[in-house]
Every structure is written in C-alpha cells, then in structure tokens.
C-alpha cells in the first residue's frame, strides 16, 4: 500500500469513527442514561451503515470518498448558509430524542413502529448509498466541479429523478423518530426534511444555470425528487 493511500485510509477510519462517536453523544447524552436499547440498537444500526456504505464505495466509487473528506473550492454561498442551519435542525432530530424518549417521557411512542422505521431506514440508506456510488460528483456542499471535469450523470438512480440521494437521506431522517420511539423528534425532522427540499430547489437551479448538459437533462427526467409530484 502507498504512503499516500496508507495515510487516506487513516482518515477514513477516523472520519468513520468520528461519525459514529458524534451521534452516540447526540443520542445518548440527553437521554442522560445509557440504558436506553433502542439508543443502543440505533447507533448499531448506523454503524453497521456507515461500515457498509465505506467497503461499498470503497469498491465501486473511491475516489468520491476522497472528496467527501473535505471541502472542494467554489462551494456556493447559499449552501454555507443551509450549512449552518441545516446542522442543528437535523441534531435537535437526536437531541429531542434523548430528552423526549427517556429523560423526560414527554410521549410515548408504540413499539409496533420501530419496525416501521427499519422500513423506511434500509430503502433509503440503500438508495443514498447508490447514489453516490453512481455519481462520483457526490461532494459535501454544491459547486460546479470544474477541477473535477463536472459532468451530468443519468445513470441508475439519476434514470428516474435528479436528486436521488435527498430522497434516500428522507428515510434516515424520518425513521430516526420511528427508530428512538420519540414523537416529539418528528418535529426537527419534519423540519430537516422542508430544509432539504429548500437545498434540492437551489442545486437545481444551480446546476441548471451552470452546468453544461443539464438543462437537457432535465429535460428527460422531469422530476427532481418524486416521479409525477416534483
């Protein structure tokens, strides 16, 4: 293995281990407990993910692993900005969790419905997953790639609506609620939810204005999230 992969394959590690670090604290320190095993079976769940998800683009994508490390020049401007908003919204889906679950039993959500949750997990992590398998312009904030030779993709998921990867992130988003047993948490990711369609309609219209090929694109597959609604 070269040097240059060695110290790569360093920082995923620590960038996954860093990932499911940050939402064991976001789960269970307003729990106030550790004994929570619905806290416990949900970073399980994320963590059999993430480690899935690496090997997968590991495979098919790597390069896009990479970019997703770090920041690439250009972001817009508007996306710093959905950034710093975006990031609590989608925290407080954990953080109101914690304190609704256990902490405090404000609601009481039926067992019946962490099922429910694994329903809309697994399809939607799978089709995230895809998703940037597919595109290897999957980066972390919008920009036009042009250090990358930014270029349309229309294959698999992108085949069917143009921003497949928020529709598979909804399914983490919404299940997490059905996940942690909260009702309460339905209403940051509710919200989170609004913040990315907001960011699906900015990207659109960036990537419509400044990248060469799609307009046509779009013009061929009309939907951006929802076959026939939008």
Same mark, same amino acid.
């Given at each position: 293995?070269?040097?240059?992969?060695?110290? /790569?394959?360093?920082?995923?590690?620590?960038?996954?281990?860093?990932?499911? #670090?940050?939402?064991?604290?976001?789960?269970?320190?307003?729990?106030?407990?550790?004994?929570?095993?619905?806290?416990?079976?949900?970073?399980? $769940?994320?963590? #059999?993910?993430?480690?899935?998800?690496?090997?997968?683009?590991?495979?098919?994508?790597?390069?896009?692993? !990479? %970019?997703?490390? %770090?920041?690439?020049?250009?972001?817009?401007?508007?996306?710093?900005?959905?950034?710093?908003?975006?990031?609590?919204?989608?925290? #407080?889906?954990?953080? !109101?969790?914690?304190?609704?679950? !256990?902490?405090? @039993?404000? &609601?009481?959500?039926?067992?019946?419905?962490?099922?429910?949750?694994? !329903? $809309?997990?697994?399809?939607?992590?799978?089709?995230?997953?895809?998703?940037?398998?597919?595109?290897?312009?999957?980066?972390?904030? =919008?920009?036009?790639?042009?250090?990358?030779?930014?270029?349309?993709?229309?294959?698999?998921?992108?085949?069917?609506?143009?921003?497949? /990867?928020?529709?598979?992130?909804? /399914?983490?988003?919404?299940?997490?609620?059905?996940?942690?047993?909260?009702?309460? &948490?339905?209403?940051?990711?509710?919200? #989170? &939810?609004?913040?990315?369609?907001?960011?699906?309609?900015?990207?659109?219209?960036?990537?419509? @204005?400044?990248? @060469? /090929?799609?307009?046509?694109?779009?013009?061929? =597959? %009309?939907?951006?999230?929802?076959?026939? =609604?939008?």
């Amino acid at each position: 293995m070269s040097a240059q992969r060695r110290v /790569g394959a360093v920082q995923l590690l620590f960038a996954v281990v860093a990932g499911i #670090a940050t939402i064991g604290v976001a789960v269970f320190w307003p729990a106030g407990t550790l004994h929570w095993p619905a806290g416990w079976a949900y970073l399980g $769940l994320m963590s #059999a993910y993430f480690c899935i998800n690496v090997v997968y683009l590991d495979r098919v994508n790597p390069e896009l692993i !990479v %970019h997703r490390m %770090h920041f690439g020049s250009g972001t817009k401007r508007w996306d710093i900005v959905w950034s710093i908003i975006f990031t609590p919204l989608f925290t #407080a889906v954990y953080i !109101v969790a914690g304190l609704d679950a !256990v902490r405090y @039993e404000w &609601s009481v959500m039926p067992s019946w419905l962490w099922p429910l949750g694994l !329903v $809309l997990f697994v399809p939607g992590a799978w089709l995230f997953s895809w998703s940037m398998g597919v595109n290897p312009f999957f980066e972390k904030t =919008v920009r036009i790639q042009t250090d990358r030779g930014h270029r349309v993709i229309d294959t698999g998921p992108y085949a069917h609506v143009r921003h497949p /990867g928020y529709v598979g992130f909804f /399914g983490w988003t919404l299940a997490t609620p059905l996940l942690l047993g909260s009702w309460c &948490s339905l209403g940051p990711a509710i919200l #989170a &939810s609004i913040a990315m369609i907001v960011r699906t309609a900015l990207e659109d219209r960036t990537l419509r @204005e400044e990248l @060469e /090929g799609y307009e046509a694109y779009a013009q061929r =597959v %009309h939907y951006r999230l929802l076959p026939g =609604v939008w």
